[in-house]
């Protein structure tokens, strides 16, 4: 049996899905001969740690018990007697894990699994790294952070993964990398990366005003507490970062030109929620429609997507034909086009679902499973 001793930072929704799916699999993993063994989960505040990170783990009855604690909005400090585990502060956090990476890094091997959306878990992770470590992703900050960050990471090619920090569950980064190993230039990516701004876009193109789509995304659960997170584009922007990284474009967010779907004076620090909501977002609703219906003269469609060509990275609202993929776009799909010297005429078209805790969860899952040939 290989068995995979992890350690899960940040224990939000995404986190919580993936230790439910680490439960729910375990005699999926065993016929495959591997066993997914928990020594330690933290959050913003805390960690909980195996007594015995060389032997033992946090056994599933604790896990339940972490999922929860943390479905009911409280820290993991609330957990003081869970068997032997051990929480500790979140002052003490970082030299704890730092500890158990020194002792297993170079011997059975550990996977530090970042679910956080934190930067600060980006040094963590670099010692990490060092001490050995595998690093799997589904937080897009520490690849967005500064170039040296960025090439820290990737200079372990075979200890790093991070598939979910694109398209959730979707093969985008694997397809990339599989195309440039093979020779294959890649010189162009169109595409929706954002399940909120895929399902704004084709309900206005419906007729339906702006202000009542992004109400009911809200609704839907499809936006974050607050939508404008999503409408400034900068999720996407981060995704894109990634993806042009990975085709060796030495850039910066500050390099990337995003279109935000609302102006600065309707900004968090302008407008309360609320005000946004019930009064700031109408008045988005007559450029929008303008915008529709001047697309629709032409044949096309609007999307939100990031093109990534030559040295150009931007990001925001395109006109794009209605029978490409990305015009049939629908709903929160995410869709991707690669445009190669293979995929020239006909672009690689990637199309899924590209968010949701589920399915980030479950490509988290199988990056984890991916590196298994890495441990004794």
């Given at each position: 049996m290989k068995v995979i001793p992890l350690i899960l930072m940040g224990c939000g929704g995404v986190g919580r899905q993936l230790l439910q799916h680490i439960v729910s699999c375990r005699s999926l993993h065993a016929k495959q001969g591997v066993h997914l063994r928990v020594v330690g989960v933290s959050d913003s505040k805390s960690l909980i740690i195996a007594s015995d990170v060389k032997q033992k783990e946090l056994d599933d009855n604790i896990l339940a018990e972490v999922c929860r604690v943390k479905s009911d909005g409280s820290s993991l400090s609330k957990l003081t007697s869970l068997g032997e585990s051990q929480v500790f502060s979140n002052s003490e956090s970082r030299t704890?894990?730092?500890?158990?990476?020194?002792?297993?890094?170079?011997?059975?091997?550990?996977?530090?699994?970042?679910?956080?959306?934190?930067?600060?878990?980006?040094?963590?992770?670099?010692?990490?790294?060092?001490?050995?470590?595998?690093?799997?992703?589904?937080?897009?900050?520490?690849?967005?952070?500064?170039?040296?960050?960025?090439?820290?990471?990737?200079?372990?090619?075979?200890?790093?993964?991070?598939?979910?920090?694109?398209?959730?569950?979707?093969?985008?980064?694997?397809?990339?990398?599989?195309?440039?190993?093979?020779?294959?230039?890649?010189?162009?990516?169109?595409?929706?990366?954002?399940?909120?701004?895929?399902?704004?876009?084709?309900?206005?193109?419906?007729?339906?005003?702006?202000?009542?789509?992004?109400?009911?995304?809200?609704?839907?659960?499809?936006?974050?507490?607050?939508?404008?997170?999503?409408?400034?584009g900068m999720d996407v922007a981060r995704k894109a970062l990634i993806l042009a990284r990975l085709l060796g474009k030495c850039i910066d967010l500050g390099s990337i030109k995003i279109e935000s779907l609302?102006?600065?004076?309707?900004?968090?620090?302008?407008?309360?929620?609320?005000?946004?909501?019930?009064?700031?977002?109408?008045?988005?609703?007559?450029?929008?429609?303008?915008?529709?219906?001047k697309a629709s003269l032409n044949g096309n469609v609007l999307r939100y997507v990031c093109v990534i060509e030559g040295a150009r990275c931007n990001v925001g609202i395109q006109e794009l034909p209605k029978n490409s993929a990305l015009g049939r776009l629908r709903g929160s799909d995410n869709v991707l086009e690669i445009y190669s010297r293979?995929?020239?005429?006909?672009?690689?078209?990637?199309?899924?679902?590209?968010?949701?805790?589920?399915?980030?969860?479950?490509g988290v899952l199988a990056d984890i499973l991916d590196i298994q040939d890495l441990f004794p």
């Open positions: 704890k894990v730092l500890d158990i990476a020194s002792i297993l890094g170079k011997s059975t091997g550990l996977a530090l699994v970042d679910c956080s959306a934190s930067s600060e878990t980006i040094g963590v992770l670099k010692e990490g790294v060092n001490l050995g470590c595998c690093v799997v992703l589904a937080n897009k900050k520490p690849l967005t952070s500064t170039p040296e960050d960025y090439d820290k990471f990737v200079s372990y090619p075979r200890r790093i993964r991070h598939e979910s920090t694109v398209g959730a569950g979707l093969p985008v980064i694997s397809s990339i990398n599989r195309i440039i190993s093979s020779g294959d230039p890649i010189h162009r990516i169109v595409g929706s990366l954002s399940g909120t701004l895929g399902y704004v876009m084709s309900e206005v193109e419906d007729g339906k005003p702006l202000s009542q789509v992004v109400k009911s995304a809200k609704s839907l659960g499809y936006t974050e507490p607050d939508p404008r997170d999503d409408l400034s609302y102006p600065e004076e309707m900004g968090p620090n302008k407008m309360s929620v609320e005000e946004f909501l019930n009064g700031g977002v109408v008045r988005l609703d007559n450029n929008i429609e303008e915008r529709v219906k293979c995929y020239s005429q006909q672009p690689l078209v990637i199309q899924g679902a590209g968010a949701g805790n589920d399915t980030t969860a479950a």
